[in-house]
């Protein structure tokens, strides 16, 4: 049988024995009125999310320590030392490292949101408990696959009875109102307002309160996950809709994922990845490792390598999150020799690495070991995001070195995946984070708690929702609405495990990428420095037009739905490479720029990462001439289309749009190449 370690039913029968005095019943839109209306609700209608409390703390902490700073300044001369005005900082750094060394956010108040918030998923677990009970579940609905069928076959069900008894009585009203008191308790603790994972809890709740009332609000745009017509009528029927929130409280019931962030981190189905990998020997250099992923069993070698570079802002397994959801799966199929880079999870030793070991000193190493194992292949490249932000400095880079020293490049083609290479506040997209870094960011402040320890993912989250309006909302409301779909709740488990799993980012390399990179846009105006072993090279401007030198074929994939790497900024593909240009997939081995209408994370849908394997593939099968460096670079006539193939003018439809022959106004700053210094 279903068991759940919890005495509440036991609890409420005790009550409600002998005690059975008729009262008039609880309509649903009573109960929803005793919820009554706290800042879980979102009275003002904020698009995102207000952590006020945290936000207050720390412009009291800034002002502070530029206080304390000031003092200390003023009274250096005379002797007096430092420590005296800012050793009130040391036990608040202390205390950040080992927050931060445990995976715990160093964030206070906002770790007194993560305990409000489970408070509040076990008390509507609880109140599902009391309600429901368990029957022997059919062999078909065995074989259904839905979520409410426990593991040992059994299903459960709302007890009828009991949403009677706490509706009409009044020992079970009175413990349905003290269980909505609680809830009220937890709201007015929360420390945030707007769109906040709390506010979709609420309407978790509002949705249970249906059930036991056994009829829906009787304002439908308050009916929690109800779908309305355009003219606001009902699309189901309410019997139907009940139906399905029944379901969806007992599929979340049966896997425990009521509390959304705890189910992530310890379901058995938040498992990550779909294909079985080993460390590359001799490749440690400190948390950062190479990962080789063996072909499987039938599939035959296609005689070439893939590199595969991943953000370091997140784990790697955005590559290979599950079966069906895995760019790795999906080229291994393809039969390539492939590596990854995993950055796993920076140690405090890291905090003084710079990006020109994340983006020079690794990647050198790692293809030096690739070419040892794989002297006669040429080698194709994808990356991620920032990942691919930072590898193409690094193949200009090393193009320049292969001038000197002699050699072929064996890199000829890479495939960029929402990698943003130019920032501005103007035509990139990026002033919402340029804003938010210019506003919120204190270099200083940074330095300060984080140098010892790297900055934890939880800060890199505050930014990363920052240009989301109320993606911590819109994730939670999501994970629910959809949990009354078989296997849906399981579905979504190694994504919502990837996104509450981040990582350390190291502390040097952090305020280089938001200075060089976001701030400064270095790498567009050709100032982005990196190391070499050629006196001539090392610490100077890299040269990004030898990527045009070398014909280096370029694929840009973008989302016009991606507010982290926006369209405006991933233009690798039609600023540099093999042709000037962009054109449309006609003529082998030029660059293409692929945008569709898809988000960042696009990789989690099954429909749109077999689409975008689709055109990688087709891309990757048109492989560029070798590049020989000092060979004077020719401008080679346009090719030609195959015979019988005509070209076709990409649909208007933005989420099918391929992007042909750039007509759109490019940045200004695109107009100036960098020049080699």
């Known amino acids: 049988m279903f068991t759940m370690n919890d005495e509440l039913p036991n609890v409420l029968s005790t009550m409600l024995k002998g005690i059975a005095t008729p009262v008039p019943r609880f309509t649903a839109d009573q109960l929803d009125s005793f919820l009554t209306v706290t800042p879980a609700d979102n009275v003002s209608r904020l698009k ?15 002002g502070m320590m530029s206080f304390s700073h000031q003092q200390s300044n003023f009274f250096a001369p005379f002797g007096v030392p430092s420590e005296l005005f800012t050793g009130w900082l040391k036990p608040l750094v202390k205390a950040t490292h080992e927050a931060v060394a445990s995976g715990r956010d160093p964030d206070p108040v906002a770790t007194d949101n993560i305990r409000i918030e489970s408070a509040y998923a076990a008390r509507i677990k609880r109140l599902v408990i009391a309600l429901t009970k368990e029957v022997k579940a059919t062999e078909e609905e065995i074989a259904s696959g839905r979520d409410d069928v426990t593991r040992k076959g059994y299903k459960l069900v709302f007890d009828r009875a009991a949403c009677d008894r706490v509706c009409e009585q009044a020992a079970g009203q009175a413990w349905l109102l003290s269980s909505l008191a609680a809830f009220q308790r937890l709201e007015w603790q929360y420390h945030s307002f707007g769109q906040t994972r709390l506010r979709a809890m609420k309407k978790l709740l509002r949705s249970l309160l249906q059930v036991i009332a056994g009829e829906p609000l009787s304002d439908l745009k308050r009916n929690p996950y109800r779908k309305l017509t355009p003219e606001g009528e009902k699309v189901q029927e309410d019997d139907k809709y009940l139906a399905d929130c029944e379901l969806r409280l007992l599929a979340l019931l049966a896997r425990d994922a009521f509390d959304v962030r705890r189910f992530a981190l310890e379901s058995p189905a938040s498992f990550l990845g779909a294909c ?66 995993d950055y796993g999870n920076p140690e405090p030793d890291q905090a003084n690495l710079g990006l020109s070991f994340y983006g020079k000193t690794v990647h050198d190493k790692y293809l030096e070991m690739i070419i040892e194992r794989h002297p006669k292949q040429s080698i194709d490249v994808m990356s991620y995001c920032m990942g691919g932000t930072l590898f193409m400095p690094y193949l200009a880079r090393r193009i320049e070195e292969l001038n000197i020293e002699g050699g072929e490049l064996q890199i000829r083609q890479v495939v960029l995946m929402t990698a943003p290479i130019f920032f501005d506040d103007e035509a990139s997209g990026h002033k919402p984070m340029r804003d938010v870094i210019r506003e919120h960011y204190s270099p200083e402040v940074m330095k300060t708690f984080y140098a010892g320890s790297n900055v934890p993912p939880q800060t890199i989250e505050v930014g990363m929702h920052a240009i989301q309006p109320g993606v911590a909302f819109s994730v939670a409301e999501g994970f629910y609405a959809r949990a009354n779909f078989p296997g849906a709740i399981d579905d979504a488990a190694p994504f919502m495990h990837w996104l509450n799993s981040g990582t350390r980012f190291p502390a040097r390399a952090h305020r280089e990428w938001i200075q060089k990179i976001f701030l400064d846009n270095e790498i567009w105006e050709g100032k982005y420095a990196l190391p070499s072993k050629y006196p001539e090279l090392d610490g100077k401007p890299v040269n990004m037009d030898m990527l045009n030198l070398a014909d280096v074929a370029l694929f840009d994939y973008r989302g016009l739905r991606d507010p982290i790497a926006p369209v405006g900024s991933c233009l690798t593909s039609e600023r540099w490479g093999r042709k000037e240009g962009n054109l449309q997939m006609t003529c082998g081995g030029l660059n293409r720029t692929i945008e569709k209408n898809v988000g960042h994370i696009f990789v989690v849908s099954k429909r749109l990462l077999a689409e975008f394997l689709e055109l990688v593939t087709d891309f990757l099968q048109d492989e560029p001439p070798v590049y020989i460096p000092n060979k004077k670079p020719g401008t080679p006539d346009p090719c030609p289309p195959p015979e019988g193939r005509v070209e076709e003018k990409p649909a208007a439809s933005a989420a099918t749009s391929t992007k042909a022959n750039q007509t759109k106004p490019k940045p200004t700053a695109s107009k100036k190449k960098p020049s080699a210094k």
């Open 276 to 341: 079985e990998w080993e460390e590359v020997p001799g490749s440690a250099l400190y948390s950062v490792k190479l990962r080789h992923y063996p072909l499987p069993k039938g599939v035959k070698p296609n005689g070439k390598t893939l590199y595969m570079v991943s953000p370091m802002i997140n784990r790697c397994e955005i590559f290979d999150l599950a079966p069906g959801k895995s760019v790795v799966e999906g080229m291994l199929q393809q039969g390539y020799d492939l590596y990854m880079v």
């Open 48 to 62: 995102d999310t207000n952590h006020w409390l945290s936000n207050y703390n720390g412009q009291i902490l800034k």
